[in-house]
């Protein structure tokens, strides 16, 4: 594999045991400058992205996140402006809107690992601590936690190990082959 991008998406993995180690302000500026390059639906950036490598904020959050196994050292919670989405004519359903935090995480994950840091997303957190927690403005609402940090040399086995599915497993052509 000689192309840099299709080399860094196939080694990157969720990192989930980090060092205490804190992250340059420059790169995580770096990987937030990455997720506006994120396609979005409409090309509308309705997701904002609240950035924190404070200790204390990220000691709170991740009280209120279960799915947070790892001690991040900086964490970016990708939300939704509502307001702005109805503004702009989007039920509250609209799929675009969810996928939008996915392309925004998927870019900043594959940015952090290029630049030599760990990320693992967590949806597993309550929303209104979250928002207690970072202070939002209303209508804001958090999607999803990238968690941020340096990597241990030594992680934890993967969630659910096992083989890991070929992109045939994935696919199905049209017609049948
Ligand atoms: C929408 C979404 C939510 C996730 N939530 C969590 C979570 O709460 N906690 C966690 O440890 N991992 C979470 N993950 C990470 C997945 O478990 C991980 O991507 C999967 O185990 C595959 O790992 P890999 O990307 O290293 O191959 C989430 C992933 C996605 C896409």
């Known amino acids: 594999m000689t ?8 080694s990157r993995r969720v990192v ?16 937030l400058d990455a997720g506006r390059w ?20 990220l000691r709170v959050l991740r009280m209120v996140s279960p799915g947070m196994i790892q ?3 900086a964490a970016v919670v990708i939300c939704t402006d509502r307001p702005a989405a109805a503004d702009y004519g989007f039920p509250p359903d609209a799929s675009g809107l969810f996928v939008d935090v996915g392309t925004a995480a ?5 940015a952090a690992h290029a630049l030599g840091l760990g990320a693992g997303p967590v949806s597993s957190f309550s929303r209104a601590a979250a928002g207690v927690v ?3 403005p209303p209508g804001w609402v958090p999607e999803l936690i990238v968690c941020l940090g340096h990597p241990d040399p030594v992680q934890p086995a993967p969630m659910k190990a096992g083989r890991r599915l070929g992109w045939q497993d994935l696919t199905r052509w049209v017609p049948a082959e």
């Open 106 to 110: 998927a870019t900043m994950m594959l």
């Open 38 to 57: 994120a396609p979005t639906a409409g090309n509308r950036h309705l997701q904002q992205f609240v950035a924190t490598d404070d200790p204390r904020t």
């Open 16 to 31: 989930r045991a980090l060092t205490q180690e804190p992250v340059a302000r420059a790169t995580l500026e770096a990987i």
């Open 3 to 10: 192309d840099p991008v299709l080399a860094a998406i196939r």
């Open 71 to 73: 001690r991040p050292t």
């Open 134 to 136: 970072l202070r939002l």
